[in-house]
């Protein structure tokens, strides 16, 4: 077997979707799997709506989910003169021909097709006529001379043998007008001087692959394996749309997912290995293979996705959390000397790294918090004078404070939440947070004291 080589090839005509996350992801695993190369391929021939910005997105996208690319990164538009010379090939070989048929009397051709119930194809009027019988001068594309009997099968690792009727298949065009190639005829071609040998991509692409395979065979070039992914829906079963979560990968890393997360959940969504829910990359490379791949389109769940991600934020290093929370907004040495001391009670309860960051901000700076509606309730500023002194005379841990607490609670007849809430409201200003005891001890004797006195009256 010839080493691997897969590609993913994004249009920079927008940013990177999680649809096309996926495609990257099983393509990047699979040449990890085998030791291959993985290749990115920008796909930048549709020149008014590719922006840099959107290519830009792509690259920023790959980069933050870890999928790194063997080589440089290769635009099409810039190979044109390739893509043309291999179309003037097929010329002179006879698998093409020029068509100077005009845009009217297409349009007319299309009419009648439409009228006479049949779908509309190109009918062939200058496969076989002698260019000389054009006006002198006139414009003309160059058409694939395709096969017209017969049938061409898509030897799919995921979908099967997927059959096309020849007849079906009309003389695509390879050349513009204008000389500029088109976008069948570009894929073929990078993707031959590129050695992918397998190609990996979405079920949309199934019908192009069978009109693809008409180029390749007139060339002679060798076949690559393909493997059409269905495609990705929303929990309501139906095709992925913004209002789903069809949004950049960005978006996503936004949101305070973790790229961990984005890999073990892409990879989840449409290939399975048993029962496995979590598996982590290094995992994921070492299982992965296009046989496992679902033929049934996976549907987004962001519940699973959430809990997924609340595993890994548990599984990751405090300090790491409290860095990626430090590159969103600047700390002080003391607090993130506090984020890193808070974090093994902060993230047991987040699902998100922005949850994480908002039940944090209390360690960024020192004074008086702000208090949510929930606090405002919970506020008790008689309570907080009265157990003062009990706080004062302890030593500043968890354990003694919590202990000093509850010896005031029982000393008045109150239960402990009744003492806790009025301090966890004055010094985190929010209704819930993690342990109070340990994130007392966390901001220290001086600071704690100084929040709880500013709400004595």
Known sequence: MSAVVTRIAPSPTGMLHIGGARTALFNWLYARHTGGTFLLRIEDTDRERSTPEAVNAILGGLEWLGLDWDGQTIYQFARAGRHREIAEQM??????????????????????????????RYDGRWRDRDPSEAPAGAPFVIRLKAEQTGETVVRDVVQGDVTFRNDQLDDMILLRSDGTPTYMLAVVVDDYDMGVTHVIRGDDHLNNAARQLQIIKAMGWPEPTYGHVPLIHGPDGAKLSKRHGALAVEAYRDMG????????????????????????TDKAVEWFNLESIGRSPARLDFKKLDNLNAHYIRATDDAKLAQMIGETRPLTAEARRRLVAAMPGLKER?????????????????GPRTLDEAAQKNIAPAVIADVLPFLETTDWTGAALEAAARAFADAKGMKLGQVAQPLRAALTGKGNSPPLFDMMAVLGREESLARLRAYVT
Request: hydrophobic fraction near 40%; glycine fraction near 6%.
């Open 91 to 120: 010329l002179a070989m006879g698998r093409a021909y020029r068509c100077f048929a005009t845009p009217e009397e297409l349009e007319q051709m299309r009419a009648e097709q439409k009228a006479a119930g049949k779908p509309p």
């Open 257 to 280: 997912y973790l790229a961990e997360t984005m890999r073990n959940y892409l990879l989840r969504l449409g290939w399975s290995h048993g029962d496995d829910e979590i598996i982590p």
């Open 350 to 366: 987040a699902k998100t790294m922005v949850e994480l960051t908002a039940a944090a901000e209390f360690l960024f700076d020192d």
